[in-house]
Nanobody, 115 residues
């Protein structure tokens, strides 16, 4: 069992920046594909960004050029740097770890973009 704990959410003004972190338990972090997902009220959960064990990344079109995902295997942590935030980025952001068909999810952290 892997436990994921997100942190870094909060309230930010449009155009601002925010960084999220997700710390994972266990000793196998380096082999996981890590992802950030978000779910806005009344909407389905969607992929924001993902990074493989080899460091390949992919992003939702809506965040390309604004968000950056990275990982530090020595710290068992994945990050999401969010810049040029928009009101439509408001959501609960979840961290996911995946290896083969097994998935683990964090509890989520709220990001609110509002003036």
């Amino acid at each position: 069992q892997v436990q994921l704990v997100e942190s870094g959410g909060g309230l930010v003004q449009p155009g601002g920046s925010l960084g999220l972190s997700c710390a994972a338990s266990g000793s196998r972090f380096s082999i996981y594909t890590m992802g950030w997902y978000r779910q806005a009220p009344g909407k389905q959960r969607e992929l924001v960004a993902a990074i493989t064990s080899g460091g390949r990344t992919n992003y939702a079109d809506s965040v390309k050029g604004r968000f950056a995902i990275s990982r530090d295997n020595a710290k068992n942590t994945v990050y999401l740097q969010m810049n040029s935030l928009k009101s439509e980025d408001t959501a609960v952001y979840y961290c996911k770890a995946q290896v083969s068909q097994v998935e683990y999810w964090g509890q989520g952290t709220q990001v609110t973009v509002s003036s």
